[in-house]
Protein backbone atom coordinates (compact mmCIF):
# COMPACT_ATOMS: atom_id res chain seq x y z
CA UNK A 1 0.00 0.00 0.00
CA UNK A 2 1.07 3.15 -0.21
CA UNK A 3 2.40 5.54 1.80
CA UNK A 4 1.51 8.66 0.25
CA UNK A 5 -0.65 11.01 1.81
CA UNK A 6 -1.28 13.42 -0.70
CA UNK A 7 -0.56 13.22 -4.04
CA UNK A 8 -0.96 15.24 -6.88
CA UNK A 9 -1.14 13.33 -10.21
CA UNK A 10 -1.23 15.58 -13.14
CA UNK A 11 -3.04 18.47 -12.38
CA UNK A 12 -3.87 21.71 -14.81
CA UNK A 13 -6.03 24.21 -13.57
CA UNK A 14 -6.87 27.04 -15.77
CA UNK A 15 -8.27 30.60 -14.71
CA UNK A 16 -11.00 30.98 -17.90
CA UNK A 17 -10.33 35.17 -18.39
CA UNK A 18 -11.53 37.73 -21.20
CA UNK A 19 -7.99 37.63 -22.51
CA UNK A 20 -8.48 33.38 -22.49
CA UNK A 21 -7.57 31.01 -20.51
CA UNK A 22 -4.44 31.53 -17.83
CA UNK A 23 -3.08 28.39 -17.76
CA UNK A 24 -2.09 28.78 -13.52
CA UNK A 25 -0.67 25.24 -13.54
CA UNK A 26 0.03 22.59 -15.90
CA UNK A 27 0.67 19.20 -15.13
CA UNK A 28 1.65 19.41 -11.25
CA UNK A 29 3.15 15.96 -10.19
CA UNK A 30 4.66 15.17 -6.83
CA UNK A 31 3.35 13.68 -3.20
CA UNK A 32 3.65 14.38 0.25
CA UNK A 33 4.00 11.18 2.69
CA UNK A 34 3.01 10.68 5.73
CA UNK A 35 4.73 12.36 8.63
CA UNK A 36 6.82 14.56 5.64
CA UNK A 37 7.65 17.59 5.69
CA UNK A 38 7.50 19.16 1.76
CA UNK A 39 8.78 22.58 0.46
CA UNK A 40 7.10 24.43 -2.40
CA UNK A 41 8.98 27.05 -3.67
CA UNK A 42 9.00 29.81 -6.19
CA UNK A 43 8.42 33.29 -7.13
CA UNK A 44 5.13 34.83 -7.12
CA UNK A 45 3.00 34.27 -9.68
CA UNK A 46 4.25 30.35 -9.76
CA UNK A 47 1.44 29.27 -8.85
CA UNK A 48 1.56 28.58 -5.35
CA UNK A 49 -1.65 29.90 -4.15
CA UNK A 50 -3.77 28.00 -7.06
CA UNK A 51 -1.98 24.60 -5.56
CA UNK A 52 -3.24 25.66 -1.90
CA UNK A 53 -6.57 26.63 -3.04
CA UNK A 54 -7.00 23.33 -5.57
CA UNK A 55 -6.20 21.24 -2.47
CA UNK A 56 -8.96 22.66 -0.73
CA UNK A 57 -11.12 23.09 -3.57
CA UNK A 58 -11.44 27.01 -2.13
CA UNK A 59 -11.30 28.28 -5.88
CA UNK A 60 -12.51 31.10 -7.58
CA UNK A 61 -15.76 30.81 -9.55
CA UNK A 62 -13.55 30.78 -12.84
CA UNK A 63 -10.91 28.11 -12.30
CA UNK A 64 -11.34 25.10 -14.69
CA UNK A 65 -9.86 21.60 -13.64
CA UNK A 66 -8.26 20.57 -16.90
CA UNK A 67 -6.84 17.34 -15.78
CA UNK A 68 -5.58 15.21 -13.15
CA UNK A 69 -6.03 14.25 -9.55
CA UNK A 70 -5.30 15.51 -6.09
CA UNK A 71 -5.60 12.42 -3.92
CA UNK A 72 -5.94 12.26 -0.01
CA UNK A 73 -5.68 9.51 1.55
CA UNK A 74 -6.66 7.78 -1.48
CA UNK A 75 -9.64 9.53 -2.16
CA UNK A 76 -9.86 12.20 -5.02
CA UNK A 77 -10.17 15.50 -3.87
CA UNK A 78 -11.67 17.01 -6.98
CA UNK A 79 -14.60 15.08 -7.27
CA UNK A 80 -16.25 14.44 -3.19
CA UNK A 81 -18.84 15.70 -2.59
CA UNK A 82 -19.17 19.78 -1.20
CA UNK A 83 -20.27 18.05 2.20
CA UNK A 84 -17.53 16.16 2.67
CA UNK A 85 -14.44 18.26 1.84
CA UNK A 86 -16.37 20.23 4.79
CA UNK A 87 -15.75 17.62 6.85
CA UNK A 88 -12.19 17.84 5.85
CA UNK A 89 -11.23 21.51 5.71
CA UNK A 90 -9.87 21.96 9.32
CA UNK A 91 -10.86 18.53 10.53
CA UNK A 92 -8.06 16.01 8.85
CA UNK A 93 -6.41 18.58 6.83
CA UNK A 94 -5.74 22.27 8.43
CA UNK A 95 -4.34 25.30 7.14
CA UNK A 96 -1.94 27.82 8.72
CA UNK A 97 -2.12 31.91 6.85
CA UNK A 98 0.84 34.27 5.94
CA UNK A 99 -0.71 36.70 7.97
CA UNK A 100 -1.54 36.48 11.54
CA UNK A 101 -2.68 40.06 12.06
CA UNK A 102 -6.08 38.78 10.42
CA UNK A 103 -6.29 35.13 10.73
CA UNK A 104 -7.95 35.82 14.40
CA UNK A 105 -11.98 37.39 14.84
CA UNK A 106 -10.72 40.69 16.46
CA UNK A 107 -13.58 41.00 18.34
CA UNK A 108 -13.56 37.55 20.40
CA UNK A 109 -11.47 36.26 22.95
CA UNK A 110 -8.97 33.25 21.81
CA UNK A 111 -10.56 30.95 24.15
CA UNK A 112 -13.76 31.49 22.27
CA UNK A 113 -12.38 31.13 18.52
CA UNK A 114 -10.52 27.89 19.83
CA UNK A 115 -13.80 26.51 21.37
CA UNK A 116 -15.76 27.17 18.14
CA UNK A 117 -13.41 26.05 16.44
CA UNK A 118 -13.63 21.99 18.10
CA UNK A 119 -17.92 22.75 16.66
CA UNK A 120 -17.65 18.50 15.38
CA UNK A 121 -16.22 17.19 18.88
CA UNK A 122 -18.66 15.99 21.08
CA UNK A 123 -16.82 16.99 24.13
CA UNK A 124 -17.98 19.45 26.71
CA UNK A 125 -17.28 23.15 26.59
CA UNK A 126 -15.08 22.66 29.88
CA UNK A 127 -13.40 19.98 27.93
CA UNK A 128 -13.28 22.09 24.91
CA UNK A 129 -11.51 24.78 27.03
CA UNK A 130 -8.62 22.84 28.50
CA UNK A 131 -7.86 21.44 25.11
CA UNK A 132 -7.19 24.93 23.79
CA UNK A 133 -5.32 25.34 26.77
CA UNK A 134 -3.49 22.58 26.39
CA UNK A 135 -2.46 23.07 22.72
CA UNK A 136 -1.60 27.26 23.83
CA UNK A 137 0.27 25.34 26.24
CA UNK A 138 1.81 23.12 23.47
CA UNK A 139 2.63 26.41 20.91
CA UNK A 140 5.02 27.94 24.07
CA UNK A 141 2.22 30.53 24.97
CA UNK A 142 2.75 31.26 28.38
CA UNK A 143 0.23 31.09 31.18
CA UNK A 144 -2.39 29.57 28.49
CA UNK A 145 -5.47 29.32 30.73
CA UNK A 146 -5.10 33.17 31.62
CA UNK A 147 -4.61 34.00 27.74
CA UNK A 148 -7.72 32.15 26.61
CA UNK A 149 -9.93 35.15 27.96
CA UNK A 150 -7.57 37.83 26.12
CA UNK A 151 -8.01 39.50 22.96
CA UNK A 152 -6.21 38.66 19.57
CA UNK A 153 -4.72 42.21 19.33
CA UNK A 154 -3.58 41.35 23.17
CA UNK A 155 -0.64 38.98 21.21
CA UNK A 156 2.37 39.98 19.44
CA UNK A 157 2.40 39.16 15.93
CA UNK A 158 4.70 35.95 16.61
CA UNK A 159 1.99 34.81 19.47
CA UNK A 160 -0.93 35.20 16.87
CA UNK A 161 0.81 33.25 14.29
CA UNK A 162 1.57 30.36 16.96
CA UNK A 163 -1.97 31.02 18.53
CA UNK A 164 -3.32 30.26 14.68
CA UNK A 165 -0.81 26.72 14.79
CA UNK A 166 -2.35 25.72 17.64
CA UNK A 167 -5.63 26.03 16.17
CA UNK A 168 -4.75 24.38 13.30
CA UNK A 169 -3.44 21.35 14.86
CA UNK A 170 -6.44 21.48 17.27
CA UNK A 171 -8.25 18.57 15.57
CA UNK A 172 -4.69 16.66 15.14
CA UNK A 173 -5.04 17.01 11.41
CA UNK A 174 -2.78 14.27 8.90
CA UNK A 175 -1.97 17.16 7.16
CA UNK A 176 -1.05 20.83 7.69
CA UNK A 177 -0.94 23.30 4.68
CA UNK A 178 1.53 26.45 5.91
CA UNK A 179 0.97 29.02 3.64
CA UNK A 180 4.17 31.02 4.10
CA UNK A 181 3.26 31.20 7.98
CA UNK A 182 6.45 33.25 8.30
CA UNK A 183 6.82 35.97 5.67
CA UNK A 184 5.04 38.77 7.89
CA UNK A 185 7.57 38.02 10.89
CA UNK A 186 10.78 39.14 11.68
CA UNK A 187 13.78 36.88 11.55
CA UNK A 188 13.46 36.16 15.31
CA UNK A 189 10.36 35.07 15.21
CA UNK A 190 10.59 33.12 12.06
CA UNK A 191 13.37 30.84 13.64
CA UNK A 192 10.64 30.59 16.68
CA UNK A 193 8.01 30.17 14.62
CA UNK A 194 9.96 26.67 12.52
CA UNK A 195 11.41 25.66 15.85
CA UNK A 196 8.07 24.79 17.03
CA UNK A 197 6.42 23.98 13.96
CA UNK A 198 9.06 21.58 13.85
CA UNK A 199 8.31 20.37 17.31
CA UNK A 200 4.90 19.95 16.79
CA UNK A 201 5.51 17.93 13.72
CA UNK A 202 7.29 15.42 15.61
CA UNK A 203 4.70 15.36 18.38
CA UNK A 204 1.71 14.74 16.08
CA UNK A 205 3.64 13.33 13.13
CA UNK A 206 1.34 15.07 11.01
CA UNK A 207 2.24 15.91 6.91
CA UNK A 208 3.40 19.71 6.43
CA UNK A 209 3.15 21.12 2.90
CA UNK A 210 5.20 24.37 3.61
CA UNK A 211 4.54 27.32 1.10
CA UNK A 212 7.05 29.74 1.04
CA UNK A 213 9.98 32.05 -1.07
CA UNK A 214 12.28 31.62 1.45
CA UNK A 215 14.74 29.25 0.70
CA UNK A 216 16.36 29.39 3.80
CA UNK A 217 13.23 28.35 5.40
CA UNK A 218 12.72 25.68 2.97
CA UNK A 219 16.18 23.93 4.24
CA UNK A 220 15.71 24.83 7.82
CA UNK A 221 12.62 22.97 8.11
CA UNK A 222 11.68 20.48 4.79
CA UNK A 223 12.51 16.75 3.76
CA UNK A 224 11.78 17.84 -0.09
CA UNK A 225 11.14 20.78 -1.70
CA UNK A 226 9.41 21.16 -5.22
CA UNK A 227 10.46 23.93 -7.14
CA UNK A 228 7.88 25.81 -9.04
CA UNK A 229 8.21 28.41 -11.81
CA UNK A 230 5.09 29.96 -13.54
CA UNK A 231 2.32 27.05 -13.01
CA UNK A 232 5.17 24.18 -13.39
CA UNK A 233 7.60 22.24 -11.38
CA UNK A 234 10.88 22.53 -12.75
CA UNK A 235 12.54 20.60 -10.31
CA UNK A 236 11.92 18.24 -6.67
CA UNK A 237 14.02 16.30 -4.92
CA UNK A 238 15.60 15.56 -1.02
CA UNK A 239 16.36 19.11 0.25
CA UNK A 240 20.25 18.50 0.71
CA UNK A 241 20.35 16.95 -2.77
CA UNK A 242 18.37 20.35 -4.28
CA UNK A 243 20.86 22.82 -2.52
CA UNK A 244 23.89 21.08 -3.19
CA UNK A 245 23.38 19.87 -6.27
CA UNK A 246 20.86 21.88 -8.32
CA UNK A 247 19.91 20.53 -12.08
CA UNK A 248 18.10 23.66 -13.18
CA UNK A 249 19.50 26.91 -14.32
CA UNK A 250 16.04 28.65 -12.20
CA UNK A 251 16.61 26.89 -9.25
CA UNK A 252 20.25 27.82 -9.24
CA UNK A 253 19.44 31.79 -9.67
CA UNK A 254 16.82 31.15 -6.99
CA UNK A 255 20.03 30.26 -4.23
CA UNK A 256 22.14 32.79 -5.52
CA UNK A 257 19.48 35.14 -4.57
CA UNK A 258 18.51 33.83 -1.27
CA UNK A 259 20.57 36.04 1.23
CA UNK A 260 21.66 33.43 3.18
CA UNK A 261 23.69 32.42 0.39
CA UNK A 262 25.49 36.02 -0.78
CA UNK A 263 28.73 35.81 0.53
CA UNK A 264 30.17 39.54 -0.08
CA UNK A 265 28.38 42.81 0.67
CA UNK A 266 26.41 44.48 -1.47
CA UNK A 267 24.26 47.43 -1.79
CA UNK A 268 21.73 45.53 -4.01
CA UNK A 269 20.04 41.66 -3.30
CA UNK A 270 20.80 40.12 -6.57
CA UNK A 271 17.55 39.37 -8.47
CA UNK A 272 16.66 36.93 -11.17
CA UNK A 273 16.67 39.47 -14.66
CA UNK A 274 12.96 39.72 -16.33
CA UNK A 275 9.37 38.29 -15.87
CA UNK A 276 7.38 35.40 -14.99
CA UNK A 277 5.88 34.14 -19.12
CA UNK A 278 2.09 35.77 -19.33
CA UNK A 279 0.23 32.66 -18.28
CA UNK A 280 -2.30 33.59 -20.71
CA UNK A 281 0.22 33.71 -23.85
CA UNK A 282 2.57 30.96 -23.17
CA UNK A 283 5.76 30.73 -25.34
CA UNK A 284 6.63 27.50 -27.25
CA UNK A 285 9.26 25.41 -25.80
CA UNK A 286 11.06 25.65 -22.06
CA UNK A 287 8.71 28.41 -19.95
CA UNK A 288 12.09 29.54 -18.52
CA UNK A 289 14.38 29.98 -21.55
CA UNK A 290 13.61 34.21 -21.31
CA UNK A 291 15.54 34.36 -18.33
CA UNK A 292 17.92 31.47 -18.83
CA UNK A 293 21.68 32.28 -19.05
CA UNK A 294 22.16 28.77 -20.69
CA UNK A 295 19.06 28.91 -23.11
CA UNK A 296 20.21 26.99 -26.46
CA UNK A 297 18.37 26.91 -29.70
CA UNK A 298 16.28 23.51 -28.55
CA UNK A 299 15.09 25.03 -25.64
CA UNK A 300 12.71 27.21 -27.95
CA UNK A 301 11.23 24.15 -29.56
CA UNK A 302 9.71 21.84 -27.18
CA UNK A 303 9.17 21.86 -23.55
CA UNK A 304 11.85 19.94 -21.58
CA UNK A 305 10.03 17.00 -19.85
CA UNK A 306 10.25 16.85 -15.96
CA UNK A 307 13.09 13.96 -15.99
CA UNK A 308 14.55 11.66 -13.19
CA UNK A 309 17.99 12.19 -13.09
CA UNK A 310 18.76 9.65 -10.01
CA UNK A 311 16.32 8.51 -7.20
CA UNK A 312 13.73 10.99 -5.87
CA UNK A 313 15.48 13.85 -8.39
CA UNK A 314 13.91 15.41 -11.10
CA UNK A 315 14.47 18.30 -13.55
CA UNK A 316 12.66 20.11 -16.29
CA UNK A 317 15.92 21.05 -18.26
CA UNK A 318 17.60 20.05 -21.81
CA UNK A 319 20.94 20.97 -20.16
CA UNK A 320 20.33 17.55 -18.27
CA UNK A 321 20.00 15.36 -21.25
CA UNK A 322 23.28 16.14 -22.87
CA UNK A 323 26.25 14.68 -22.96
CA UNK A 324 27.55 16.52 -20.72
CA UNK A 325 25.75 17.45 -17.73
CA UNK A 326 25.81 20.66 -15.85
FE1 LIG B 1 17.41 27.06 -19.71
FE2 LIG B 1 16.95 25.54 -21.85
FE3 LIG B 1 17.12 24.44 -19.45
FE4 LIG B 1 15.03 25.93 -20.10
S1 LIG B 1 15.61 23.95 -21.00
S2 LIG B 1 16.14 26.01 -18.20
S3 LIG B 1 15.97 27.51 -21.36
S4 LIG B 1 18.77 25.50 -20.56
Redesign the pocket.
Known amino acids: MSDSLLEIDRLSVDYETARGDLKALRDITFDVKKGEIVGIVGESGCGKSTLISSILRLTAPNTRFREGEVRFKGQDLLTLPERKMRDLRGADISIVFQDPMQTHNPVLSVGRQMVDIQHRSSASRADKRRRAAQMLGAVGIPDPEARLDQFPHEFSGGMRQRIAIAMALISEPSLLIADEPTTALDATLEVQVIERLRELQQEYNCAILFISHHLGVIAELCDRVVVMYAGAV?ESGEVREIFHNPK???TRRLIDCDPGHIKERARVLPTIPGEVPDLANLPQ?????D??????P???GDV?PLTTLKVGHQA?????QMEDP?
Request: charged content about 10%.
Open positions: VHPYGCIFQRCDQAMRCAPACWLNV
